[in-house]
């Protein structure tokens, strides 16, 4: 009889041992990455562009509208605190065009954002490159035939047009309102 027991309990210590051998075997799981490189190491939003100025519809907010000033001028993020307290400037003031105004004044007379312009000479080079980048970084679209050729004109025409002027033109358009 202790001999059957024997043959039992080691039945039992091999099917014990074999099914721990399956389950520890059969109970992995499989990881799978996914890594998207060109946001991670290049850290690049898509920008899309757009063929008119119709598909605009949405009006900017306030923090918006000061940040994306900021980032067309400067080339960079506006720091928190400054946009903080421009929003804060902003809303105490009721002629939002008027705030508006006087805020893009202050980011063009500070030195370090006008050395980021091309200068006039460069400007009045290459006029049609000058309208068609100044459209493209403020408008996030191609200038139309018309609107290239009038302001070709405007510029060739009058000798005293800045950089500085035409900047401050596209950003207290209109168009540059809306998103």
Known sequence: MQGFKNVISAKNALLLFLSLAVFTVSCKKEVVEEVIYDNIIYQI???PVYQSNTEKDRLKTPIQYISSLYSNL????????????????RLSIGDKTLVNELILNAMLEDPAITALFPTNAEMRDDIDAFIDESYLRFYLRNP???EKYSLHN?????EDITVTDMFRAFLLSN????Y
């Open 45 to 47: 939003d898509t920008v």
């Open 144 to 146: 139309t035939a018309y």
């Open 175 to 178: 168009e540059y309102m809306f």
């Open 74 to 89: 400067a080339f960079s993020s506006i720091p928190t605190s400054i946009l903080d307290n421009l929003v804060v400037y």
């Open 154 to 158: 405007i510029i060739e025409a009058d």
